[in-house]
């Protein structure tokens, strides 16, 4: 018999805990193309901004070992053309959506926060904190507890309190756990990570970098070990705390990796890229993998890998 | 949208051959093969599953022919691994292709005069263009450029389905020395063009459709641009593109292209985001625009 | 005509820009069966420790999508056998030696770089921060700038002025150069970067972690965009600190993009795993590569990347 | 000692043939063949330059040939994404091979009367040492025990070479129902044998070691542990060993090992630190001792 698949992430319940990661499922209609994404567990959509916004210019992306650079920018049509257009075509299929939203200060997130929370279709708000803070001399939100924090509260403000909020984390911090532990305390009700980890390409035939924005995001299975790492530790210090795990998953194997460190849902990005079902077959994948172990529920091996963890004595 | 839409296939590999400098590999792919409009592409994952390539590489339908169902084949030019990689490939083997993928090239109603004009390996999407037209009664006409004899694509097959047939390369090593816009204003002109198609390298299209404004006759290029994911959910290989609106756009080439009409491409300002692109860095909101804007953005 | 390779690191000429990176190059004696270890820039030891330690148990290591994770607990002889038995030998086959250090506190490591500074055969010494700080809650001196440079402070006050000291700084912090910065103001001649990233990799069979000691480290061709990315910055807010950029590198081309990302000599680590010969194979694709751009000197593409870099808008 | 030493090569696959529920590998590697002895291991690189699998994958030689110029063979049972890769190797393929590595069993100087025990594919070092016992005129019996019948390692190479071959299986499909160590008591009585030598998972070199303890025998035992470089260099594949001045080291069972004396290895103690392990947390420091300890843990 299959494994029942449906999660909870703080009062919210899913079908199944794949979900189409921020900004690598497009308007959710090109995957439409491919499946039916009312399938998917969520959606989450490409972070949604105040402003349309052009990004970056080309090219935006390099191939790295086993992953990818990007630097994309943040390009998207603002939050207008969001609700006028995407939104209720996200509704229409039926198709769970988790809204990312990001924003150049605490006001512009708790902006976008009123507008979406009143909106018919946002099961969830996901905060981008890997963004540019004005205030923070070239920092990200993500980079300074308190900062994060700040941005947080004021999501967590201006959002109906029965709308799930979770803050979306950076990896390359020393301390995942103060930066999980700063958010949650500011009204987080959960945590997605991680975000892609600044990286840069250089082309060894020009000696410039790849990507035309020089420093990007660096994202996909070589990242998975410091995401899956960043989830453990989090959890350990965090446990009651939903966690949505996100970072090179691209078999089903790998989804369960991340249940196991302690994360109760699975973000899927950059392997969309590489396959385009890559989301449902993810999902078969670990519906069959969870069978072979003879699991009745998908959360029963949620937090499997817990044990005390020694002290890091150095590598 | 799914019938007419892309499929992923496990393709299995009928031939791998030499063209001239190029490798061209033929698999056997029916879905693909019946949705196929010229014009669009393939894209093809490389180095098995466990490789550390993750990204797919994208490569234009060279021809398509009814055989097994249908096949389709791609040319194309070995540069890095996954090119590489693909050229080792032997009949049989399995490949994971999806495709077709963009927006085709819109073909005239009318049999009308098109010129085809291709640079390199860039050509190949000129090939079932050329049928497609000819098809339709138009007359085609090849204006084909490249590096150097080797790398003149196809020769022979332009020959035989088109009026004429002239190559330009650098190295004048075959027909006339220069680039294809040398050679591009006496073909319209002798062979009376009302239309140019137009694929290659950027540069090579920019020249071409600044000649196609001079010349006061629409061009339709298809666009090369770094692509992750090829299906339009990444925003990776934007060019910007001026739309009906007036308002230039981050388009993706994926989706939205490879074929743009040419003057709507700002040739000039590809690799940068133009100072009056929707949502450049300064730019002032304007709610209509925006949401006319966001409207073709989708595709 | 062949490139001149010799690089200069804080007033140290080497004879070429590759470094066996530390803890990747055993004692000397094992890559010396495969090549005269003399033809290295330098060597880098495994971090000496003033007492012998055992390290961690196994299994010490896990292979990742183009990485791998491990947890040795920088096990080790301790200083006096290192004197006695394995820095004689590395002087006695001529091969330039980088001592790396550890220890688990400021008292610590100044004691070695008093114990090492006398001896002949030390051209410099390599201060480990990716060690775990007892007053830190689990935290590295690297995670802490200020940390950091106490023990930065510690080292150059205990050796001798003319014997170049290095910082070893670790890429998963959200400002590189934040800490780069401290380490330098607080006497560090160069910067050394970067050291394994923090991860852990789960078995999807058993679902617990691989290595023995759950969270480990994350090295190989995986993290080599996040390690040009810190050298890339770190090169740009000081351009005048000569930096050993280390991370993925795999050939001569991984080589070459750290040099032109601002480094002046490249450190080989997990590669040696998987090729024994590797840092000369690397040496010599580095000169064929820059015999191709007719390059006269390595010296010539350092910090050839460098454009005045656009803000990081966001991912 | 680079001479004996292990090295590098680029060999061609040779054959790639099924034994039973194993692939056998043999490639033309001369130096290798050439300085092997018996005991030692290979490394073999796994999935190609732009593979995501970094790290080299080590195999015991199974068989030693001149021809070509010297030959190795070795045994493996797909496992993972590295042996499925090595399956899938055809003749006149190249793959990258280090070796010889680790060190080998030392051989008797006395034609005395050795039992040779393995497990399941562990059992793959004990073939060239049954051959180079013969050539000193040894007697040998072999143990060799697996889960089921089809795991059972060359059978009848093991009765060829051996005065007697003792099978023993998990489920009874073959020979003693049980594991090696039900049967090796009664042949080593019946054979008289003076050593023991064994190679397998580690439980059952533990029984091995426990019981030639209780027969007052010698043992040589071959250990297996996750290993990332078999060169000695990374420190990934320590098991607690006791050294002649009865300290308990963290030795490479790479460079250090695969062969050590039974009775030297903790086997209860593997996958910890053993509390009086040198240097273990809270160890007290004994300069004399570190120094010994490190002359002899440098291998
Ligand atoms: C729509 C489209 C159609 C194409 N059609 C053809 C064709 O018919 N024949 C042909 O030979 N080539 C074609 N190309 C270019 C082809 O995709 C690249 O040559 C190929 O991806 C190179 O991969 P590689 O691993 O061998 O090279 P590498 O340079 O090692 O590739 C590294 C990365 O850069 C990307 N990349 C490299 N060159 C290009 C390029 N020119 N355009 C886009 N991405 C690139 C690769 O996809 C990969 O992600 C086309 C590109 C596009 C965008
Ligand atoms: C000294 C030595 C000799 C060996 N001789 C043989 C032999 O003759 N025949 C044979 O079939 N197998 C042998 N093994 C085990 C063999 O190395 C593994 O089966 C193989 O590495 C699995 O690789 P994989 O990618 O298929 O499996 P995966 O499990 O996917 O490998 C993942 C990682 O774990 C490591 N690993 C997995 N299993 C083992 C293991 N049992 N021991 C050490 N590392 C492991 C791999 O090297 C790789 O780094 C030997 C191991 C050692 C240490
Ligand atoms: C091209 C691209 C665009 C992304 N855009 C966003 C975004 O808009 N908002 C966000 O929170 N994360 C964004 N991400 C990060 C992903 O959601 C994900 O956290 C990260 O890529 C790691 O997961 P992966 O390895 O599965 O891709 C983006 C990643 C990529 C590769
Ligand atoms: C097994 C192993 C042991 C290491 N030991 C040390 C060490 O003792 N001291 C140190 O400063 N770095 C150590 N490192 C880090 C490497 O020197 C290097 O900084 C890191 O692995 C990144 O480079 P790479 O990708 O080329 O391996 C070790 C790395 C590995 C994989
Ligand atoms: S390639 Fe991803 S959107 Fe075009
Ligand atoms: S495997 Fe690296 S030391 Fe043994």
Same mark, same amino acid.
């Given at each position: 018999?299959?494994?029942?698949?449906?999660?909870?992430?703080?009062?919210?319940?899913?079908?199944?805990?794949?979900?189409?990661?921020?900004?690598?499922?497009?308007?959710?209609?090109?995957?439409?193309?491919?499946?039916?994404?009312?399938?998917?567990?969520?959606?989450?959509?490409?972070?949604?901004?105040?402003?349309?916004?052009?990004?970056?210019?080309?090219?935006?992306?390099?191939?790295?070992?086993?992953?990818?650079?990007?630097?994309?920018?943040?390009?998207?049509?603002?939050?207008?053309?969001?609700?006028?257009?995407?939104?209720?075509?996200?509704?229409?299929?039926?198709?769970?959506?988790?809204?990312?939203?990001?924003?150049?200060?605490?006001?512009?997130?708790?902006?976008?926060?009123?507008?979406?929370?009143?909106?018919?279709?946002?099961?969830?708000?996901?905060?981008?904190?890997?963004?540019?803070?004005?205030?923070?001399?070239?920092?990200?939100?993500?980079?300074?507890?308190?900062?994060?924090?700040?941005?947080?509260?004021?999501?967590?403000?201006?959002?109906?309190?029965?709308?799930?909020?979770?803050?979306?984390?950076?990896?390359?911090?020393?301390?995942?756990?103060?930066?999980?532990?700063?958010?949650?305390?500011?009204?987080?009700?959960?945590?997605?990570?991680?975000?892609?980890?600044?990286?840069?390409?250089?082309?060894?035939?020009?000696?410039?970098?790849?990507?035309?924005?020089?420093?990007?995001?660096?994202?996909?299975?070589?990242?998975?070990?410091?995401?899956?790492?960043?989830?453990?530790?989090?959890?350990?210090?965090?446990?009651?705390?939903?966690?949505?795990?996100?970072?090179?998953?691209?078999?089903?194997?790998?989804?369960?990796?991340?249940?196991?460190?302690?994360?109760?849902?699975?973000?899927?990005?950059?392997?969309?890229?590489?396959?385009?079902?890559?989301?449902?077959?993810?999902?078969?994948?670990?519906?069959?993998?969870?069978?072979?172990?003879?699991?009745?529920?998908?959360?029963?091996?949620?937090?499997?890998?817990?044990?005390?963890?020694?002290?890091?004595?150095?590598? | 949208?799914?019938?007419?839409?892309?499929?992923?296939? *496990?393709?299995?590999?009928?031939?791998?051959?030499?063209?001239?400098?190029?490798?061209?590999?033929?698999?056997?792919?029916?879905?693909?093969?019946?949705?196929?409009?010229?014009?669009?592409?393939?894209?093809?994952?490389?180095?098995?599953?466990?490789?550390?390539?993750?990204?797919?590489?994208?490569?234009?339908?060279?021809?398509?022919?009814?055989? =097994?169902?249908?096949?389709?084949?791609?040319?194309?030019?070995?540069?890095?691994?996954?090119?590489?990689?693909?050229?080792?490939?032997?009949?049989?083997?399995?490949?994971?292709?999806?495709?077709?993928?963009?927006? &085709?090239?819109?073909?005239?109603?009318?049999?009308?005069?098109?010129?085809?004009?291709?640079?390199?390996?860039?050509?190949?999407?000129?090939?079932?263009?050329?049928?497609?037209?000819?098809?339709?009664?138009?007359?085609?006409?090849?204006?084909?450029?490249?590096?150097?004899?080797?790398?003149?694509?196809?020769?022979?097959? #332009?020959?035989?389905?088109?009026?004429?047939?002239?190559?330009?390369?650098?190295?004048?090593?075959?027909?006339?020395?220069?680039?294809?816009?040398?050679?591009?204003?006496?073909?319209?002109?002798?062979?009376?063009?009302?239309?140019? =198609?137009?694929?290659?390298?950027?540069?090579?299209?920019?020249?071409?459709?600044?000649?196609?404004?001079?010349?006061?006759? &629409?061009?339709?290029?298809?666009?090369?641009?770094?692509?992750?994911?090829?299906?339009?959910?990444?925003?990776?290989?934007?060019?910007?593109?001026?739309?009906?609106?007036?308002?230039? *756009?981050?388009?993706? #080439?994926?989706?939205?292209?490879?074929?743009?009409?040419?003057?709507?491409?700002?040739?000039?300002?590809?690799?940068?985001? &133009?100072?009056?692109?929707?949502?450049?860095?300064?730019?002032?909101?304007?709610?209509?625009?925006?949401?006319?804007?966001?409207?073709?953005?989708?595709?």
């Amino acid at each position: 018999m299959n494994p029942d698949m449906r999660v909870r992430l703080a009062g919210l319940e899913l079908a199944n805990p794949v979900i189409a990661a921020a900004g690598c499922a497009g308007t959710g209609r090109e995957l439409a193309r491919f499946y039916d994404i009312a399938r998917l567990g969520a959606l989450a959509t490409k972070s949604v901004m105040l402003e349309p916004r052009a990004g970056r210019p080309a090219p935006r992306v390099a191939e790295t070992p086993s992953g990818m650079l990007s630097a994309i920018g943040l390009q998207g049509p603002g939050i207008e053309v969001f609700l006028q257009r995407d939104l209720p075509w996200l509704r229409s299929r039926g198709c769970t959506t988790v809204a990312s939203v990001a924003g150049s200060g605490a006001d512009e997130y708790a902006a976008l926060a009123a507008r979406l929370t009143a909106e018919a279709g946002v099961s969830m708000l996901e905060v981008n904190l890997s963004c540019a803070n004005p205030a923070g001399h070239g920092r990200d939100f993500a980079d300074d507890p308190a900062e994060a924090a700040r941005v947080v509260a004021a999501v967590r403000g201006s959002a109906e309190p029965e709308l799930p909020v979770f803050a979306k984390l950076a990896a390359d911090v020393p301390d995942p756990v103060a930066l999980a532990g700063a958010c949650v305390d500011a009204g987080a009700d959960g945590l997605s990570m991680v975000n892609c980890l600044r990286g840069m390409a250089i082309d060894p035939a020009t000696l410039r970098p790849v990507v035309a924005g020089g420093v990007g995001g660096v994202s996909g299975p070589a990242i998975r070990p410091i995401a899956v790492g960043c989830v453990y530790r989090v959890r350990a210090a965090l446990p009651d705390v939903p966690i949505i795990g996100t970072g090179g998953v691209r078999t089903g194997a790998d989804a369960l990796e991340f249940l196991a460190a302690g994360a109760s849902a699975v973000g899927a990005g950059t392997v969309n890229f590489a396959d385009p079902s890559a989301c449902v077959r993810i999902l078969r994948e670990l519906a069959e993998l969870l069978e072979e172990r003879g699991a009745d529920r998908v959360t029963d091996v949620v937090g499997a890998a817990h044990r005390p963890l020694g002290t890091v004595q150095g590598r | 949208m799914s019938d007419s839409g892309p499929v992923q296939t *496990r393709s299995s590999v009928l031939t791998v051959r030499r063209v001239d400098a190029y490798h061209a590999i033929t698999v056997v792919a029916p879905q693909i093969a019946e949705r196929f409009r010229s014009g669009q592409f393939l894209s093809v994952g490389v180095g098995g599953e466990h490789s550390g390539m993750l990204l797919r590489r994208p490569f234009a339908v060279h021809d398509v022919k009814p055989d =097994y169902g249908g096949t389709v084949e791609f040319l194309f030019a070995v540069r890095g691994p996954g090119t590489a990689w693909l050229a080792e490939r032997r009949s049989r083997d399995l490949i994971d292709v999806v495709g077709p993928l963009g927006r &085709p090239f819109p073909l005239p109603r009318d049999p009308v005069n098109c010129v085809l004009v291709g640079g390199g390996s860039g050509a190949a999407p000129l090939f079932p263009l050329a049928h497609a037209l000819r098809r339709r009664g138009c007359r085609v006409d090849f204006v084909l450029g490249a590096a150097s004899a080797d790398r003149v694509f196809s020769a022979i097959s #332009a020959r035989r389905v088109a009026e004429t047939a002239t190559f330009t390369t650098d190295d004048g090593s075959f027909g006339v020395r220069g680039r294809v816009t040398d050679a591009l204003d006496r073909v319209v002109a002798d062979a009376r063009s009302d239309v140019i =198609y137009a694929c290659g390298p950027m540069p090579m299209l920019g020249r071409v459709a600044a000649a196609a404004a001079r010349m006061d006759i &629409p061009a339709q290029v298809a666009v090369e641009e770094a692509m992750a994911c090829g299906t339009g959910v990444c925003m990776s290989c934007v060019v910007p593109v001026v739309g009906e609106d007036g308002i230039t *756009r981050m388009a993706r #080439a994926c989706v939205d292209g490879p074929v743009f009409r040419g003057e709507r491409v700002r040739f000039d300002d590809v690799g940068t985001i &133009p100072f009056d692109a929707l949502g450049a860095p300064g730019w002032k909101a304007r709610g209509e625009d925006a949401g006319g804007a966001a409207e073709r953005e989708a595709g």
